[in-house]
């Protein structure tokens, strides 16, 4: 009998083997969403350093074959093992997944917070500053019973201390059931969204627009925690986007889609907003060409918000910061801008060291 479990065994590795070996390297995961380690390529010197080996197995880990179907099996076997977690993603009630929030890195949240709160000066512009609260605050009550999180109050409480800061947290618990989140992804819905901006809009003096009636559906959508999570079995999402008149984008002088509806069709569906993130790029509006400029310092929450904000400007200068690094003061001068919105999801500002270089 041992003998054959042996036989068994090397049988087993050498058929698996030789499946790898038949199966051509993938560059892109689209159940996980990323790009995949590709063969390294070998030197004495990589070897010596241990670069080599260390990238050798990330590359057989990530070109396993059949590896979709073993990230699969293995969700199957922790959730019939009855885990409420995988890789940072917990397995919430209303067939949601929600990210867990680690606390932040020692004094991250105040030199941020001191960073925006210098921005006013900085620019010599009215600062406007919200934070968009993460699902995992948004749905606490959804989440595994005693699931650890960091405490995102103590940043919004912080954050109120500020000059400009308004609330949007207890819009989007109120609108929770819209729903406000996917439940496969960590993004706003459009009604999310949409909810956030008649708080934005208030707070800047206009009175809110009603929602567009031409809304356009797009299916099948698992965001990024349903890749993370590794899960399966859940019901898709659905992203719906509006077709506002007289907007264009325009990035590095060129004019792209407002939807760029090649994504539609792929993964990555939430980046059908904008195209994805730019490190600068600007909303025109031609239906209010003597509007007031926005500069609008944002991460990817803001992609799906803007088509209701920007009805309300002849421009807005959205920057990311996570890909932009010169002073926001000098970009303000140089644009004619009028005031600032600074908007971000509580975890990207936790996490954004880059606030503090731009803020200047």
């Known amino acids: 009998m041992p003998l054959v479990i042996t036989v068994i065994f090397c049988v087993f590795l050498l058929a698996g083997l030789v499946w790898n070996l038949l199966t051509p390297d993938r560059e892109f995961s689209p159940m996980e969403n990323r790009m995949l380690e590709q063969r390294p390529v070998f030197s004495w010197q990589a070897l010596f350093d241990g670069s080599y080996t260390s990238d050798a197995e990330t590359w057989l880990t990530d070109q396993f074959a059949g590896r979709d179907w073993w990230v699969g099996l293995k969700y199957y076997c922790e959730r019939a093992l009855l ?3 995988n890789n940072g993603i917990y397995f919430a009630d209303g ?11 020692d004094g991250r949240m105040e030199q941020n917070l001191a960073a925006v709160a210098g921005l006013s000066g900085a620019t010599g ?7 968009i609260p993460s699902a995992a605050w948004v749905y606490r009550e959804d989440l595994p019973a ?6 995102q109050q103590l940043l919004l409480d912080a954050a109120s201390d ?16 819209l729903p406000a989140f996917y439940r496969t992804d960590h993004h706003w819905t459009s009604a999310g969204a949409y909810a956030a901006y008649e708080i934005i809009a208030e707070e800047m003096g206009f009175d ?8 356009v559906t797009v299916p099948d959508f698992y965001g ?12 898709p999402d659905e992203i719906v986007y509006y077709n506002v008149e007289g907007l264009s984008l325009w ?23 904008l195209g994805g993130n730019y490190p600068v790029c600007t909303i025109r509006n031609s239906e209010n060409p003597d509007g007031e400029r926005l500069l609008l310092v944002k991460d990817s929450f803001s992609n799906s918000l803007v088509p209701f904000l920007a009805r309300h400007f002849s421009e807005i200068h959205l920057i990311d910061p996570r890909y932009y690094m010169l002073p926001m003061s000098e970009y303000a001068q140089q644009n004619g801008i009028d005031r600032v919105l600074v908007l971000y999801q509580t975890k990207n500002f936790l996490q954004d060291a880059s606030i503090v270089v731009a803020a200047r």
């Open 251 to 273: 990035v590095d002088g060129e004019e792209k889609p407002l939807y760029d509806l090649s994504y539609a069709d792929q993964k990555d569906k939430y980046s059908l907003f």
């Open 83 to 85: 885990k409420t977690e």
């Open 95 to 105: 067939d949601r997944l929600i990210e867990r929030f680690d606390a932040p890195a």
């Open 146 to 151: 005693n699931a650890p999180n960091w405490d």
């Open 125 to 131: 512009l009215p600062v406007h500053f919200s934070l």
């Open 224 to 235: 990024t925690l349903y890749s993370q999570a590794g899960a399966r079995g859940y019901a």
């Open 208 to 215: 809110p627009l009603p929602l567009p009636e031409d809304g």
């Open 162 to 177: 500020i000059d400009g800061y308004f609330d949007l947290s207890h819009t989007l618990y109120d609108v929770r059931g």
